[in-house]
């Protein structure tokens, strides 16, 4: 029978060495405007990830030069939360996704943006700190902004810190302890080996391929995959156990993806998991 949670195994399994390393900002931008001339269909969420990972650079390399980033990453606090470091770019970049972003985005961008400290303190401690499931959350908009505003945070403390050996819970990032955006299927040698993405800091650990990642379910019939012939690299890994799926990018189909963005390519097979009864388990950057 399958299991209900994440069985020990996965957890004795070591984090393997030859990931390649993050993607830079420019990379990611660039791949989402290729893929959204290539898929127009989803052409629109492609161009707002694009500004939006614009204004993300912006702020990493804020954070990357300044004196006091340098003093932070150098404390013993494994994951620390500087919010006197982060607060006075939380404007600039608010102001700036209230300009590119949909409603209702937009203007609950703008509130925030004219607010003063305690109200973007309270969001950011929340999604950091408590880590408040999606549901609890004031509104969508609410975590895509506080999640889009921190991962270049997150990406710049994880760079910086040498994740465990062993991943101690196997479903979520060995380093920063978030829920995985996305799965990768690279060419290992003897078939293509998985591995998922962090959705905040982008780090990326192996994991057992047939075995769901939310509950732990590894009976072959009851994790179904989905494929488009539209997106050949994305496909769905769905779970019949407790109804959750994962958005996997199959570089062994495509070597120049980069699954963070390729994963946003694929709405429309979001949209087609979601009428079937699937849920992910947790949001991208854009919402879905």
Request: proline fraction near 9%; glycine fraction near 6%; include cysteine.
């Amino acid at each position: 029978m399958g299991s209900k949670s994440p069985v020990a195994g996965i957890g004795e399994q070591g984090l393997v060495p030859e990931f390649p390393p993050r993607p830079t900002f420019a990379q990611r931008i660039q791949r989402a405007h290729d893929l959204a001339e290539a898929h127009p269909s989803a052409s629109e969420i492609l161009n707002f990830y694009a500004r939006l990972a614009f204004h993300q650079q912006h702020v990493f390399d804020c954070l990357h030069d300044s004196a006091k980033t340098s003093e932070i990453l150098s404390s013993n606090d494994k994951w620390p939360l500087a919010i006197d470091l982060l607060l006075p770019h939380f404007p600039g970049f608010a102001r700036s996704v209230a300009q590119i972003a949909p409603p209702p985005m937009s203007a609950r961008a703008s509130e925030l943006a004219a607010a003063d400290s305690a109200e973007p303190t309270l969001l950011l401690t929340n999604f950091w700190v408590d880590r408040l499931p999606e549901e609890e959350f004031a509104s969508p908009a609410d975590r895509c902004i506080a999640m889009s505003f921190l991962q270049p945070y997150a990406e710049l403390l994880a760079s910086l810190r040498e994740p465990p050996p062993v991943a101690s819970s196997p479903g979520i990032c060995p380093v920063c302890g978030s829920e995985p955006v996305c799965g990768v299927l690279r060419d290992r040698g003897h078939g293509a080996g998985r591995s998922l993405v962090c959705s905040l800091c982008m780090t990326e650990w192996s994991f057992l391929r047939v075995v769901c990642p939310a509950c732990g379910e590894d009976r072959f019939e009851s994790l179904p995959v989905f494929t488009s012939e539209h997106f050949p690299q994305v496909r769905i890994d769905a779970c019949d156990t407790c109804l959750h799926y994962l958005i996997t990018v199959d570089m062994t189909k495509d070597g120049l993806a980069i699954p963070a963005v390729d994963e946003l390519a694929g709405v429309t097979l979001d949209l087609w998991a979601s009428e079937r009864g699937y849920r992910r388990r947790t949001r991208n950057l854009v919402g879905f």
